[in-house]
């Protein structure tokens, strides 16, 4: 592994452990040459996928790239680190576990709505505004009614 410090191709493993969830292997590694430490991990990877975006455009799934749209969702919320990991974790298994190797950005944001809506609400609203792309107060209004009907028990309406 590079030291991402000095660019030595040659870093020592000081420890290694499972992921809470246990789909990952956690690193801490030293370097020789300049003595800084790092993390890495270490994840399964099924096959690559590739996302067609609304365009049409075609990118290569980014992990990274799931993980920080659903922080900025949960930013200032009383959402720990690890639930957005397991959220994270779990899409991206769902998506390899189709057997497609091309996935719709559509896919990958009616996952991280559903489990956002499990999660928490106003992450959940504030994605979908981001996401179902609000453009003025009626379309929040039509959204949280919306919300409402699907959070009343049958019955109750």
Same mark, same amino acid.
């Given at each position: ?40 991990? &270490? ?21 990274? %790239?799931?993980?920080? @749209?659903? +922080? ?13 990991? %397991?959220? =994270?974790? @779990? ?20 996952? =991280? ?8 609400? =106003?992450? +959940? ?5 981001? +996401?179902?792309?609000?453009? &003025? ?7 949280? &009614? ?12």
């Amino acid at each position: 592994m590079k030291c991402p410090f000095c660019g030595c191709n040659e870093t020592q493993v000081k420890d290694s452990r499972e992921t809470d969830d246990a789909t990952a292997i956690r690193r801490r590694r030293e370097c020789p040459e300049c003595g800084q430490r790092f993390t890495t991990f &270490e994840r399964i990877q099924l096959r690559d996928l590739t996302v067609v975006k609304k365009n049409g455009e075609k990118v290569m799934f980014d992990r990274d %790239k799931l993980a920080r @749209s659903i +922080y900025i969702a949960v930013r200032k919320r009383p959402i720990a680190a690890e639930r957005v990991e %397991k959220i =994270v974790n @779990s899409i991206q298994r769902r998506l390899e576990s189709t057997g497609e190797t091309e996935v719709t950005s559509t896919q990958i944001g009616e996952l =991280v709505m559903e489990a956002l809506a499990a999660l928490d609400h =106003v992450a +959940y609203i504030r994605f979908a505004s981001v +996401y179902r792309d609000f453009r &003025e107060p009626k379309d929040f209004e039509e959204f949280l &009614e919306t919300l409402e009907k699907m959070a009343k028990p049958k019955g109750e309406e």
